[in-house]
């Protein structure tokens, strides 16, 4: 797999069409991934902000757009409710999350900084990018049918659990041939993602001298290698007891409002077996990518190397492992033995720990350093602010008897929120502004980034962190109001209000992201090859990045982290080879 | 060691102390824990709170100095390091302990709340109760007059006469102050989850699965009954009030302390149908409505609601896991109540199975029943 017959300005300029529409070059379909996650990002955000209305107002008409979404008075129909919340989840989830992590920044950064002219298998990582696009076809029809039907829009939560899952309406059946799409677009973009990083690596550039963005997406590549399938083949086995009347997940000998059901000899905790079995590692899927990348802005934007970097690498591959042996801590209460129970309590309560051991290494790498507060770096820190607060959040869960009371509960809600918003998407806001210039050749807005960066951080934590305490009152989740539980929690009706009035503002203060971003396209200031002075190979070429990344394959003399080395200025490019440069190992 | 060691048993010791006041300090913390296994829970949510609060306290005031001291300045030059190996030991080890000791002494409590079950056999105090939950909701089943549930579950599905079946089945159900209850829970068609949030209960109701659960409620709330009307819409708006019900209701954990307190007072022994709760206070439903009152150790049935002075707060019962789209007013109560009253609820209860047939809702039900 040489790399060498690869000099691109040799190429013809390819169409419009090819250049951006049926591309196989890595930078397009990872542009493609951001612009397509984002798109279902505000849906996402939409609707949940729906879900929020009903909860603070119970039946009051929405504002403004009530009448047009749903006639009537314009109050959300609480049978519309697990459609809205279902959607929600498996749309941030399957269409948001994963693919900006590793379908946009995998896809772009990797053939990057590795050091090479694109991913190993271009055709297939097409191909993963327009599987995605079949599955934004299915889910698009199923949000239609949700929205206008009155009878289809039964769902089951994006965990999809059965009976409930097996007996609702059709509108499930789109959402399950969406995640098979989901899936299979993750596979092959795990395929392509080893074989690059394992075998296209440039001259010089051993493993442990990559950037831990690349790391990161190296190991949720194993992740998705190993657990997509298992989810694949338990949507697959969901939708055939669906539509075939096969059985795997219902039992004999039930009724649904007085109808026997046709099914017999399934098992329900077998789903949660194999879909926990995924969802599990697909948790560290949805943040093991943003701490790559904020370990990365952190350490350019304090200007001082990565403190511990082999431990951060391990503590990668740590959780990763421990990733796959955790699952049943979601099933504390469902029935399943409790000595087992006792054991999953033990490996979770182990995965704290490589967790914890980056947010040390992350404050290392801040101490002694030079911060620069640009909008990156200051996304960068809210990420390890926020993520702290939702690792620690998860031990009351990881201890089983306080699960007890917790589980279902809002503090669950609040938790991962803290965990995929607080860290994931911090992590993503920073590195939209980070490596905007490379996708662009634009600086973004400093200015309108930095106020978006505050507005997001402050609503943000107003509309989540009050959720832990409505939650440990034990407001369930997927409730569409706390009408019928108002003895116990109706002194927390204001939380929810406060929590919905965050919760709009912070969908507002996205409108300044997505102003920033499109105005900086075309009107922002042309960016420098390097305009943040940091290291890693992608710098080394024009802003925005050629067609085929690299004219000379690219020469690494050491890690990536040689700030503040004390070569006359504060950084030291991969690619440079002063005689006084340290050694990449650890002193 | 030595010193770790001194600071995880002091941390502890600090909170056990500040322990029931942390947890339980509403709006903030817990809802107050009215069960025998509430204090254990509530011990190691406090453990917990105070391990996480200072680690979250440190790392957050850390960073914050971090970003205050090693701000850019003009001319400044980054330091260089790529870690320590000594530094990394101990952040390592510490929290490895710290974990381990929260993994060690949680064993206990998780063992007493899901695999120590009272024995029926044996236990005078146990009642059995058996839960069924359906879309979108629960029913229980007490033994009746010859104190056996109903046989196999074939018989219970030829009970073609409900005639027959002395086994008493009610929408809510009520346990005698004292009592451990044990819950075997079934489902007759989706995944529902048994929860009562004072007792820190739940259980998943899994179709196909036999579950059971088992508490025992260390005593019951008393609270006035407001002379306004209930007037809300309970299906759509209801009025929030801004501290929680239970602050300004007794908690009684004995005969003694209630006769001491409410012996000589009229106290309403049931809500439903009579007593709704709206905007922070029991109301009556109508000026009609009649209730079982308690007083000076009498039970006198069918009294004008206006009679009733206080009423015996039911514990609220949801269901947690999402079940469709009536998943919210999946709601149930427990109500505990003093040892003689629930002889007379139960006897009264016995002899209406007696005088009318089960109605066929629920019969048909439980003949999905399951053993």
């Given at each position: 797999?040489?790399?060498?017959?690869?000099?691109?300005?040799?190429?013809?300029?390819?169409?419009?069409?090819?250049?951006?529409?049926?591309?196989?070059?890595?930078?397009?379909?990872?542009?493609q991934?951001?612009?397509?996650?984002?798109?279902?990002?505000?849906?996402?955000?939409?609707?949940?902000?729906?879900?929020?209305?009903?909860?603070?107002?119970?039946?009051?008409?929405?504002?403004?757009?009530?009448?047009?979404?749903?006639?009537?008075?314009?109050?959300?129909?609480?049978?519309?409710?697990?459609?809205l919340?279902?959607?929600?989840?498996?749309?941030?989830?399957?269409?948001?999350?994963?693919?900006?992590?590793?379908?946009?920044f995998?896809?772009?950064?990797?053939?990057?900084?590795?050091?090479?002219?694109?991913?190993?298998?271009?055709?297939?990582?097409?191909?993963?990018?327009?599987?995605?696009?079949?599955?934004?076809?299915?889910?698009?029809?199923?949000?239609?049918?949700?929205f206008?039907?009155p009878?289809?829009?039964?769902?089951?939560?994006?965990?999809?659990?059965?009976?409930?899952?097996?007996?609702?309406?059709?509108?499930?059946?789109?959402?399950l041939?969406?995640?098979?799409?989901?899936?299979?677009?993750?596979?092959?973009?795990?395929?392509?993602?080893?074989?690059?990083?394992a075998?296209?690596?440039?001259?010089?550039l051993?493993?442990?001298?990559l950037?831990?963005?690349?790391?990161?997406?190296f190991?949720?590549?194993?992740?998705?290698?190993?657990?997509?399938?298992?989810?694949?083949?338990?949507?697959?086995?969901?939708?055939?007891?669906?539509?075939?009347?096969?059985?795997?997940?219902?039992?004999?000998?039930?009724?649904?409002?007085?109808?026997?059901?046709?099914?017999?000899?399934?098992?329900?905790?077998?789903?949660?077996?194999?879909?926990?079995?995924?969802?599990?590692?697909?948790?560290?899927?949805?943040?093991?990518?943003?701490?790559?990348?904020?370990?990365?802005?952190?350490?350019?934007?304090?200007?001082?190397a990565?403190?511990?970097?082999?431990?951060?690498?391990?503590?990668?591959?740590?959780?990763?492992?421990?990733?796959?042996?955790?699952?049943?801590?979601?099933?504390?209460?469902?029935?399943?033995?409790?000595?087992?129970?006792?054991?999953?309590?033990?490996?979770?309560?182990?995965?704290?720990?490589?967790?914890?051991?980056?947010?040390?290494?992350?404050?290392?790498?801040?101490?002694?350093?030079?911060?620069?507060?640009?909008?990156?770096?200051?996304?960068?820190?809210?990420?390890?602010?926020?993520?702290?607060?939702?690792?620690?959040?998860?031990?009351?869960?990881?201890?089983?008897?306080?699960?007890?009371?917790?589980?279902?509960?809002?503090?669950?809600?609040?938790?991962?929120?803290?965990?995929?918003?607080?860290?994931?998407?911090?992590?993503?806001?920073?590195?939209?502004?980070?490596?905007?210039?490379?996708?662009?050749?634009?600086?973004?807005?400093?200015?309108?980034?930095?106020?978006?960066?505050?507005?997001?951080?402050?609503?943000?934590?107003?509309?989540?962190?009050?959720?832990?305490?409505?939650?440990?009152?034990?407001?369930?989740?997927?409730?569409?109001?706390?009408?019928?539980?108002?003895?116990?929690?109706?002194?927390?009706?204001?939380?929810?209000?406060?929590?919905?009035?965050?919760?709009?503002?912070?969908?507002?203060?996205?409108?300044?992201?997505?102003?920033?971003?499109?105005?900086?396209?075309?009107?922002?200031?042309?960016?420098?090859?390097?305009?943040?002075?940091?290291?890693?190979?992608?710098?080394?070429?024009?802003?925005?990045?050629?067609?085929?990344?690299?004219?000379?394959?690219?020469?690494?003399?050491?890690?990536p982290?040689?700030?503040?080395?004390?070569?006359?200025?504060?950084?030291?490019?991969?690619?440079?080879?002063?005689?006084?440069?340290?050694?990449?190992?650890?002193? | 060691?030595?010193?770790?060691?001194?600071w995880?048993?002091?941390?502890?010791f600090?909170?056990?102390?500040?322990?029931?006041?942390?947890?339980?300090?509403?709006?903030?913390?817990?809802?107050?824990?009215?069960?025998?296994?509430?204090?254990?829970?509530?011990?190691?949510?406090?453990?917990?709170?105070?391990?996480?609060?200072?680690?979250?306290?440190?790392?957050?005031?850390?960073?914050?100095?971090?970003?205050?001291?090693?701000?850019?300045?003009?001319?400044?030059?980054?330091?260089?390091?790529?870690?320590?190996?000594?530094?990394?030991?101990?952040?390592?080890?510490?929290?490895?302990?710290?974990?381990?000791?929260?993994?060690?002494?949680?064993?206990?409590?998780?063992?007493?709340?899901?695999?120590?079950?009272?024995?029926?056999?044996?236990?005078?105090?146990?009642?059995?109760?058996?839960?069924?939950?359906?879309?979108?909701?629960?029913?229980?089943r007490?033994?009746?007059?010859?104190?056996?549930?109903?046989?196999?579950?074939?018989?219970?599905?030829?009970?073609?006469?409900?005639?027959?079946?002395?086994?008493?089945?009610?929408?809510?159900?009520?346990?005698?102050?004292?009592?451990?209850?044990?819950?075997?829970?079934?489902?007759?068609?989706?995944?529902?989850s048994?929860?009562?949030?004072?007792?820190?209960?739940?259980?998943?109701?899994?179709?196909?699965?036999?579950?059971?659960?088992?508490?025992?409620p260390?005593?019951?709330?008393?609270?006035?009954?407001?002379?306004?009307?209930?007037?809300?819409?309970?299906?759509?708006?209801f009025?929030?009030?801004?501290?929680?019900?239970?602050?300004?209701?007794?908690?009684?954990?004995?005969?003694?302390?209630?006769?001491?307190?409410?012996?000589?007072?009229?106290?309403?022994?049931?809500?439903?149908?009579?007593?709704?709760?709206?905007?922070?206070?029991?109301?009556?439903?109508?000026?009609?409505?009649?209730?079982?009152?308690?007083?000076?150790?009498?039970?006198?049935e069918?009294?004008?609601?206006?009679?009733?002075?206080?009423?015996?707060?039911?514990?609220?019962?949801?269901?947690?896991?999402?079940?469709?789209?009536?998943?919210?007013?999946?709601?149930?109560?427990?109500?505990?109540?003093?040892?003689?009253?629930?002889?007379?609820?139960?006897?009264?209860?016995?002899?209406?199975?007696?005088?009318?047939?089960?109605?066929?809702?629920l019969?048909?039900?439980?003949?999905?029943?399951?053993?």
């Open positions: 797999m040489s790399t060498e017959g690869h000099a691109g300005s040799a190429h013809a300029e390819p169409s419009f069409f090819r250049k951006y529409i049926w591309s196989t070059n890595h930078k397009t379909i990872g542009k991934f951001l612009f397509t996650s984002f798109i279902f990002l505000g849906v996402a955000g939409f609707l949940i902000l729906l879900v929020r209305w009903n909860l603070a107002h119970p039946g009051e008409p929405v504002p403004l757009i009530g009448k047009l979404l749903f006639g009537g008075s314009g109050a959300v129909p609480p049978e519309k409710f697990i459609f919340t279902s959607m929600h989840g498996t749309l941030m989830i399957f269409f948001v999350i994963i693919p900006i992590l590793v379908g946009a995998g896809n772009f950064l990797i053939p990057l900084h590795v050091g090479t002219h694109d991913m190993a298998f271009p055709t297939l990582n097409a191909l993963s990018y327009w599987l995605f696009w079949g599955a934004c076809i299915l889910i698009v029809i199923g949000i239609v049918m949700g206008a039907s009878q289809d829009q039964d769902m089951a939560g994006w965990t999809l659990y059965p009976p409930l899952s097996a007996y609702a309406g059709p509108v499930m059946t789109w959402v041939l969406a995640m098979i799409f989901v899936g299979f677009s993750s596979i092959l973009g795990a395929v392509n993602y080893l074989t690059t990083i075998k296209m690596r440039a001259p010089g051993s493993w442990f001298r950037p831990l963005t690349t790391w990161a997406q190991i949720t590549a194993v992740l998705q290698l190993l657990a997509t399938p298992v989810l694949a083949a338990a949507l697959t086995m969901l939708t055939f007891e669906r539509v075939l009347g096969m059985n795997f997940f219902t039992p004999g000998g039930l009724e649904l409002s007085g109808q026997p059901v046709g099914h017999s000899g399934g098992v329900p905790l077998l789903w949660q077996h194999i879909f926990w079995f995924y969802s599990h590692p697909a948790v560290y899927i949805l943040v093991l990518p943003a701490m790559g990348m904020a370990s990365d802005l952190l350490s350019v934007g304090a200007r001082k990565i403190f511990g970097y082999k431990a951060m690498v391990l503590s990668i591959c740590a959780i990763a492992g421990l990733g796959f042996v955790v699952w049943a801590h979601h099933m504390f209460v469902s029935g399943m033995n409790p000595y087992l129970g006792m054991g999953f309590m033990i490996s979770t309560m182990l995965i704290a720990l490589p967790s914890s051991i980056k947010v040390f290494n992350w404050l290392g790498t801040l101490w002694r350093g030079q911060i620069r507060f640009d909008t990156p770096t200051l996304n960068a820190i809210s990420f390890v602010a926020m993520f702290v607060i939702g690792g620690l959040s998860g031990i009351y869960m990881a201890a089983t008897p306080v699960d007890i009371h917790l589980h279902d509960t809002y503090y669950i809600v609040a938790h991962f929120h803290y965990v995929v918003f607080g860290g994931s998407l911090f992590a993503v806001f920073g590195a939209v502004f980070f490596w905007f210039p490379k996708m662009f050749g634009r600086m973004m807005n400093e200015t309108l980034g930095k106020i978006h960066w505050f507005l997001s951080f402050f609503f943000f934590n107003s509309a989540f962190f009050i959720m832990h305490v409505v939650g440990l009152a034990g407001h369930p989740r997927r409730y569409a109001s706390i009408a019928f539980l108002e003895q116990t929690l109706g002194h927390m009706q204001w939380m929810n209000r406060m929590i919905t009035y965050s919760a709009i503002c912070l969908g507002l203060a996205q409108l300044v992201l997505i102003f920033n971003f499109f105005w900086s396209v075309f009107k922002g200031k042309k960016a420098e090859p390097n305009p943040w002075q940091a290291n890693t190979l992608e710098w080394t070429v024009p802003s925005p990045a050629p067609e085929h990344n690299y004219h000379v394959v690219p020469t690494v003399h050491h890690g982290y040689e700030y503040g080395a004390g070569n006359g200025k504060d950084w030291m490019s991969q690619v440079e080879s002063a005689g006084a440069a340290p050694s990449s190992e650890r002193h | 060691m030595a010193t770790s060691l001194k995880v048993v002091g941390t502890a600090v909170s056990i102390g500040a322990g029931a006041a942390w947890a339980q300090d509403a709006p903030w913390g817990l809802p107050p824990g009215c069960s025998t296994i509430a204090p254990e829970v509530d011990w190691l949510y406090n453990f917990i709170f105070v391990i996480t609060g200072l680690v979250f306290v440190g790392v957050e005031a850390l960073l914050l100095y971090f970003c205050v001291k090693y701000r850019r300045r003009p001319g400044g030059k980054p330091g260089y390091s790529h870690g320590s190996k000594l530094a990394e030991a101990i952040w390592t080890v510490s929290p490895a302990l710290v974990l381990l000791f929260i993994a060690l002494v949680q064993l206990p409590t998780w063992a007493k709340a899901k695999i120590d079950f009272p024995d029926p056999t044996t236990d005078k105090d146990v009642v059995v109760v058996q839960v069924l939950a359906e879309r979108f909701k629960w029913s229980f007490y033994p009746g007059r010859d104190d056996k549930f109903f046989g196999p579950a074939q018989d219970i599905r030829k009970a073609d006469d409900a005639a027959e079946l002395d086994d008493v089945i009610l929408r809510d159900f009520k346990l005698p102050l004292g009592a451990k209850a044990v819950m075997p829970i079934r489902s007759i068609d989706v995944i529902h048994f929860s009562i949030f004072n007792m820190r209960v739940k259980q998943d109701a899994v179709p196909g699965l036999r579950n059971r659960v088992w508490f025992q260390t005593g019951f709330y008393v609270a006035p009954v407001a002379r306004s009307s209930l007037w809300v819409n309970p299906e759509q708006k009025e929030p009030t801004s501290k929680p019900a239970w602050n300004d209701w007794e908690f009684i954990d004995s005969m003694q302390k209630y006769a001491e307190k409410y012996g000589s007072k009229s106290v309403a022994v049931e809500t439903s149908p009579s007593i709704g709760f709206s905007g922070g206070a029991f109301r009556p439903m109508s000026q009609q409505a009649v209730v079982t009152v308690y007083r000076n150790d009498e039970i006198l069918k009294r004008p609601v206006a009679e009733a002075e206080y009423v015996i707060v039911p514990y609220q019962v949801a269901c947690m896991e999402l079940c469709g789209q009536g998943h919210y007013t999946m709601v149930s109560s427990l109500t505990v109540l003093p040892p003689k009253v629930y002889q007379h609820w139960y006897e009264a209860r016995m002899k209406e199975r007696e005088e009318f047939a089960l109605q066929d809702d019969l048909n039900v439980w003949k999905l029943w399951r053993d």
